[in-house]
């Protein structure tokens, strides 16, 4: 009996079996709802661009800081104090050099006096002569700092920058309680109306973001900013990155770009979506036969085949138009 036993079992596992493909070339699958879409995770690297645009002419130790790394100033704001006397910003393309005070003449006139315009100390026109006028309203703004009031403007009063409103950004080495200045530092950076965004890719990676792919931020705080990827910089060798943008030229984080830190890179989560998510009809991939006249169509399980429409494709599946729900169709399409 031992030796039956022996003999129908190398019997049984040395006889081949019977080849399934030959017996049953196809298997068949209907055709059910779903959705079909592809993404991949990645990081978005949000660095802002920090852009000088003044420098401190104040000498003395620094008493106070005022504002923080990415604060938004208008005219007029306290930037920091030196020897308890405040230095503000505002608008003007010619940095401070000289006092103003009474009889002076010159471009930097003509932008103190808008200056004092937009506090609503000044009424006259911004001649860039300083008249008994524009005196009368420096001393209202040094009484309104708390200054002696003496009529004259001394170059570490103001700092003047390209733009107003703007956000700014202070050296805080070199601007901090107890620093000594001795004036000429660049200390006052200004910053753009977003950050740069960019997402650090393979090369493998970037073929699958061509310009126009959709990236879902997460935002720091939690919430989700949408970009869309535009062109890309860089080879394997420096390391490649694709830019990302808002929507239509638009502000990619929108009114919370504050939540970007001022300084150094902050990596942010990201939804690539290689493959925008379609609802419909879904078949898997393998079922769909391509004729030579380039329709596609699915066969059913009586050999009928029928033409559809391919809406999308991911990970082998399909979303598909032409036919009906639960159509049984056959996988592979073409035999073997």
Known sequence: MAG???????????????NVLDATPFTYVDVVPGEVGSSISLNTAAEWSLVLVGSNQAVGTVTGVNVTAGQEVIVGATLYSVNLRPVVIAQGDV??????????????????QRALSSLNLYRGSASGAFTSATTT??????KALGVPQDGVVQPGDVVFVPTLPTRVS??????????????GEPVVSGLPGAPAFTVPVTETQAVLMPTGTRVEITSPEGGLWEGYATDRAGDDSTGIV???????????CG?????????????????IVTVETVTGLTVPSAALLSNADGTVSVIDADGVEHPVTVLTSARGISVIMGVDEGLSV???????
């Open 95 to 112: 940095p401070a050099f000289r006092a103003l005070a009474q009889d002076t003449v010159g471009a930097d006139v003509a932008q103190l």
């Open 255 to 271: 009114d919370g770009c504050a939540q970007v830190p001022v300084e150094g890179q902050t990596l942010l989560s990201s939804r």
């Open 137 to 142: 309203a420096v001393k209202a703004w040094q």
């Open 4 to 18: 039956a036993g022996v003999g129908w079992a190398g019997a049984a596992v040395l006889v081949p079996p019977s």
């Open 170 to 183: 202070l050296d805080t080495e070199v601007v901090t309680r107890g620093a000594v200045l001795i004036g």
């Open 330 to 336: 056959r996988i592979p399409a073409t035999e073997g």
């Open 242 to 252: 694709v830019n990302v943008q808002g929507k239509d030229g638009a502000v990619l």
